[in-house]
């Protein structure tokens, strides 16, 4: 898994730590990777793939703390 691979990644950047990603391979450890998604054919854009993570990390915590 790669940032390459993450919604939140374009062109090099990741939106969320809005900085340029030089190890791509932080997506191994990334508590915000998430596969892109799409709407139709066009992939969602990075500040909606970051949205939807915000989304679903938010969900997670009020369900509490998964079994690893
Ligand atoms: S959110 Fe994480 S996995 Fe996605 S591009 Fe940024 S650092 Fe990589």
Redesign the pocket.
């Known amino acids: 898994m790669t940032?390459q691979e993450?919604?939140?990644?374009e062109k090099g950047i990741?939106?969320?730590?809005k900085t340029k990603?030089d190890d791509?391979n932080?997506?191994n450890t990334?508590?915000?990777?998430?596969a892109i998604r799409f709407d139709g054919n066009e992939p969602f854009s990075p500040e909606e793939h970051?949205f939807f993570?915000e989304q679903e990390l938010k969900s997670r915590k009020l369900k509490g703390p998964l079994d690893p």
Do not use: Q, V
């Open positions: 940032c993450c919604g939140i990644y990741c939106y969320y730590l990603i791509i932080r997506a990334c508590t915000y990777f998430i970051l993570k």
